[in-house]
C-alpha cells in the first residue's frame, strides 16, 4: 500500500517569507507527484506537477522532488496572506487512483 | 472553473438513509474519479468510471455504488448512512484514465451531514 506523508501543521509563516512544506512517501517506484492546494470549504486545485528528480519552478512556487530520499518538497518564496491554504501531496497508484496525504495547514501572518 | 459540476451542494442525511450525489464532468471528459474527504484529512479514492464501466476501486463497502451516464456525467450513490460517511464528497473528471495531474479536475464537491 502506497503511503504519503505529511506534517499537519499548522505551519505559520511571515509574510515575504519563504514557505517550506514537506511530504515523505513510501514506495521507491512512485515516479511523479503532484501539489494541490485547498482553500477552507473549496476543492483542491492542481499548483504543481513533479516527475524528475530536481527543482521546478513555476511563478513563486518551486517543486523539489529527491527520490533517492523518497521525498518532495514545495517552496513558496514571498509568501502572501492569500497563500494560506492546505496544501495537499499526492502521487498516482494506479491508472485510475491518485493517493493523497493528509495536507499540511499553511498560514501566513501579516 | 473546472467545468465540473456537483449536485447537491449541501445536504443533511439521517443514518440509515440513502443519498446520490450527481457529477457532470468537463465537456470532451470521460472518465470521472468520485473522492471522499473527511474532516482534516486527504480525499480519499472511491472508485472511477471509464465510459460507463467502474474502472479501479478503493477501499469502500459495496454500500458506495456509482453509474456513469452515456454522456459521461456520474452518480455516486450511499446506501444505509452512517455517521461517518459525514464528508466532502469530489468528482474529478479527466480525459482518459491517466495519471497526469494536469488533466485532472476538481469540482467544487457536494457536502454531505450524517445525523
Known amino acids: 500500500q502506497k503511503e504519503v506523508e505529511q506534517n499537519s501543521g499548522p505551519l505559520s509563516v511571515p509574510e515575504g517569507a519563504i514557505a517550506s512544506l514537506n511530504c515523505t512517501y513510501s514506495?521507491?517506484?512512485?515516479?511523479?507527484f503532484f501539489w494541490y492546494r485547498q482553500y477552507s470549504g473549496k476543492s483542491p486545485e492542481l499548483i504543481m506537477f513533479?516527475?524528475?528528480?530536481g527543482d521546478k519552478e513555476d511563478g513563486r512556487f518551486t517543486a523539489q522532488l529527491n527520490k533517492a530520499s523518497q521525498y518532495v518538497s514545495l517552496l513558496i518564496r514571498d509568501s502572501q496572506p492569500s497563500d494560506s491554504a492546505t496544501y495537499l501531496c499526492?502521487?498516482?497508484?494506479?491508472?485510475?487512483?491518485?493517493?493523497f496525504g493528509s495536507g499540511t495547514r499553511l498560514s501566513i501572518r501579516p | 472553473e473546472t467545468g465540473v459540476t456537483q449536485s447537491p451542494t449541501h445536504l443533511i442525511k439521517t443514518r440509515g438513509q440513502q443519498v446520490t450525489l450527481r457529477c457532470s464532468s468537463q465537456?470532451?471528459?470521460?472518465?470521472v474519479s468520485w473522492y471522499q474527504q473527511a474532516l482534516g484529512q486527504g480525499p480519499q479514492f472511491i472508485f472511477q468510471?471509464?465510459?460507463?464501466?467502474?474502472?479501479g476501486r478503493g477501499n469502500f463497502p459495496p454500500r458506495f455504488s456509482g453509474l456513469q451516464f452515456p454522456n459521461y456525467s456520474s452518480e455516486l450513490n450511499v446506501n444505509a448512512l452512517e455517521l461517518d460517511d459525514s464528508a466532502l464528497y469530489l468528482c474529478?473528471?479527466?480525459?482518459?484514465?491517466?495519471?497526469?495531474?494536469?488533466?485532472?479536475?476538481f469540482g467544487e464537491g457536494s457536502w454531505l451531514t450524517v445525523v
Open positions: 474529478a473528471s479527466s480525459l482518459v484514465p491517466g495519471q497526469s495531474g494536469n488533466t485532472i479536475y
Open positions: 514506495d521507491r517506484g512512485s515516479q511523479s
Open positions: 513533479i516527475y524528475s528528480n
Open positions: 499526492a502521487l498516482p497508484s494506479s491508472a485510475s487512483k491518485i493517493i
Open positions: 465537456s470532451g471528459h470521460n472518465t
Open positions: 468510471y471509464y465510459r460507463e464501466e467502474e474502472n
